[in-house]
Nanobody, 124 residues
Framework: VQLQASGGGLVQAGGTLRPTCAASGRTVGNYVMGWFRQAPGKEREFVAGIISLSVAPTRYTDSVKGRFTISRDNAKNTVYLQMNSLKPEDTAVYYC?????????????????WGQGTLVTVSS
């Protein structure tokens, strides 16, 4: 499966962005999908994950709970990350990823397909 992330950009603190991850090559309806981020000089970290069920449980890292929402549209083979109340510390390259084996809770090492990343910059 190929993943294409888009929708990053430059925004002021308190603003919103909605990165999108479009999948191609395979249907990802049965995959666990995730968003990760990597800030300069830091390791890549988990941000949000969503399971494949029609009523899809989600999971978030503590620092984004209540501000970010992950969702998926299986008909469009697309996953979204609604980012509200952005903070300067959210600045990073955001990557979407797919785990075809559906491990839950999501674990970074289990994601075998990765998009190229989209840069999110939050100014203070």
């Amino acid at each position: 499966v190929q993943l294409q992330a888009s929708g990053g950009g430059l925004v002021q603190a308190g603003g919103t962005l909605r990165p999108t991850c479009a999948a191609s090559g395979r249907t990802v309806g049965n995959y666990v999908m995730g968003w990760f981020r990597q800030a300069p000089g830091k390791e890549r970290e988990f941000v949000a994950g969503i399971i494949s069920l029609s009523v899809a449980p989600t999971r978030y890292t503590d620092s984004v709970k209540g501000r970010f929402t992950i969702s998926r549209d299986n008909a469009k083979n697309t996953v979204y990350l609604q980012m509200n109340s952005l903070k300067p510390e959210d600045t990073a390259v955001y990557y979407c990823a797919a785990d075809r084996d559906g491990h839950w809770p999501p674990i970074l090492s289990r994601f075998g397909s990765w998009g190229q990343g989209t840069l999110v910059t939050v100014s203070s």
